[in-house]
């Protein structure tokens, strides 16, 4: 994961971790190193000098260069701006309600009724009962992609393959979750290959009829400053509550994660890593940031 930005960071840093002291010329050659591994990354130009930038202050603030390990304080330092760049503390998804309501949106190809097999999976070894609802009424395939994955992992999934209404079809799945006691109700909805008026409206009339306690917007994380800019549309329409990067297995930068939470201000709350329904992950930014750093 973000092999390139790790080898570049620890290159950037390497030439201060072995040193007793170093002075102002070393520390503004590793700081402009590091806006750059950044940016070649695909971070956004402004989060990677705001990032440098406080990297910069607390450097001076903390005396790196009269420190004993100066090198060792200097990728603390960096550590923990990446680590706050990517949203602090691990966030968790809002259930509340009964049942509760989850709403998953993004485009198409992102990962989104992959992800919610995921969830429903992780949710349901929790002793939690689920209700996947199969909302794309455009592709009959998205339907049966859900209903594969539903049998796979032993959850029940709900879906009005005539309907031509996704309201009516998350309105009603919500009124049969709760004659049959489910707990959580995760709606998978239709994307486009591109942002789309007719998707975006018919995502947020889903949204005022069911009102969900969590929406969460799915992004490929191979789409760099892309999965950014889409973020920011679907944010503007849904304010949602948080995001889920996929594909973080392949060979992405690392762009999208770290630009995403500064950008549109909304943490990331779940990554995705593989096909398979155990690939799904909490997102620990320290975690994150420390596996950068290498
Ligand atoms: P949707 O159109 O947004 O519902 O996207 P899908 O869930 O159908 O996913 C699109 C493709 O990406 C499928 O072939 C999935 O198997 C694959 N996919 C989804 N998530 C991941 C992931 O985290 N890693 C990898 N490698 N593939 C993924």
Redesign the pocket.
């Known amino acids: 994961m973000f092999e390139n930005l790790s080898d570049k960071l620890n290159k950037a840093v390497k030439t201060l971790k072995g040193q007793g002291r170093i002075s102002d010329i070393n520390i503004a050659a590793t700081i402009k190193e590091v806006r750059r591994a950044l940016m070649d990354a695909d971070v956004n130009y402004k989060v990677a000098k705001d990032v440098t930038d406080r990297v910069r202050e607390k450097a001076i603030d903390r005396k790196v260069m009269i420190a004993v390990e100066p090198g060792q304080l200097f990728v603390k330092i960096i550590q923990e701006e990446l680590t706050e760049l990517m949203g602090g503390q691990a966030q968790s998804a809002n259930l509340k309600g009964s049942p509760a309501i989850v709403l998953i949106a993004?485009?198409?190809?992102?990962?989104?009724?992959?992800?919610s097999g995921k969830f429903a999976n992780y949710l349901k070894k929790q002793g939690r009962q689920i209700l996947l609802v199969a909302c794309d009424i455009y592709r009959p395939a998205?339907i049966t992609?859900l209903q594969v994955l539903g049998e796979q992992i032993g959850v029940e999934v709900y879906a009005e393959p005539e309907s031509k209404n996704a309201v009516d079809i998350a309105r009603n799945a919500i009124a049969f979750a709760k004659s049959k006691g489910k707990n959580i109700v995760i709606i998978?909805t239709a994307?486009r290959l591109a942002v789309d008026e007719v998707m975006m409206k018919e995502v947020e009339d889903i949204k005022k009829a069911v009102t969900p306690s969590e929406i969460l917007f799915?992004v490929d994380s191979m789409t760099g400053q892309d999965a950014v800019n889409t973020a920011k549309t679907f944010n503007e329409r849904l304010d949602f509550d948080g995001v889920v990067l996929?594909?973080?297995?392949?060979d992405a930068r690392g762009g999208a994660a770290l630009s995403i939470k500064t950008v549109v201000n909304k943490p990331i709350k779940f990554i995705?890593?593989?096909?398979k329904m155990e690939?799904l992950d909490v997102f620990y930014p320290d975690r994150m940031a420390s596996r950068i750093l290498g």
């Open positions: 993004g485009l198409q190809g992102s990962g989104k009724t992959t992800f998205a992609q998978d994307g799915v996929t594909k973080l297995d392949g995705s890593t593989g096909e690939a």
